[in-house]
């Protein structure tokens, strides 16, 4: 595969827009590392007989289809923390991704999660690896954040070694702050780059 086709999948639920403001930062480090990146969301949830939304956000990425998520080359995986645990409407998701699994379209490419919180100790390691544990049953080769980037021991906020992380605030107002934002990036170009390798090395066997 030619690494013009290659894309880079960052998909994420956010329903107050911190998740998705740290998807854009990831795709920015996507992008340095020489590859494409393709942001994508997920629908909320909701039950049978409540109202339906239209098949295209009203604002945002669009929803992510099966061919998105089948032709990736890597996927980031995105979700704000609810009750240490990814949200409703990515666990929906990727329960609905049998077909992907059975046919092993995931297995072998990097994988990588990120998530945000209202409260600083409010779950972020717990929701990130639980975010993992479907990428794993998918083969995915898991990427994380090496402690040689400084921000992971300077950080006051979000930044853990199992993907990006970003504390919000109880309002949801605090922004991305450097060390946060400086993760974020480096985690985009990490799976970036490991990407490509992967590629390159493919190439030549
Ligand atoms: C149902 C629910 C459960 C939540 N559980 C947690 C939690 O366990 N820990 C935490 O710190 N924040 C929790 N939050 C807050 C969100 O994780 C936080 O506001 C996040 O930044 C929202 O991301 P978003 O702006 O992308 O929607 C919860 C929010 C909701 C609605």
Known sequence: MS????????????????????????????????MEARLRTVPPVSAETASTL??????????????DLKHCAAL???????????????????DGTSNLWLAGSLCNKPGAVFTSTASLHGG????????????MHHGMLLVGLPYTETALTETQGGGTPYGASHHAGSQGNRK???????????LG????????????GAARV
Do not use: W
């Open 3 to 34: 690494t013009a086709s290659l894309y880079v999948l960052i998909l994420y639920y956010s329903r107050h827009g911190a998740t998705a403001e740290m998807a854009r930062h990831i795709a920015q480090g996507v992008e340095q590392s020489g």
């Open 124 to 135: 972020q390691e717990a929701t990130l690896l639980s975010m993992q544990l479907p990428l």
């Open 76 to 94: 980031i995986l995105g979700s704000p923390t609810r009750f240490g645990n990814m949200a409703a409407p990515m666990k929906y998701f990727i």
């Open 176 to 186: 991305l702050d450097r060390h946060e934002t400086d993760l974020c990036l480096a």
């Open 54 to 67: 239209p098949a295209v956000p009203a604002e945002g990425a669009v929803y992510c289809s099966e061919e």
């Open 189 to 200: 170009k990490r799976v970036g780059s490991i990407t490509r390798q992967l590629d390159a």
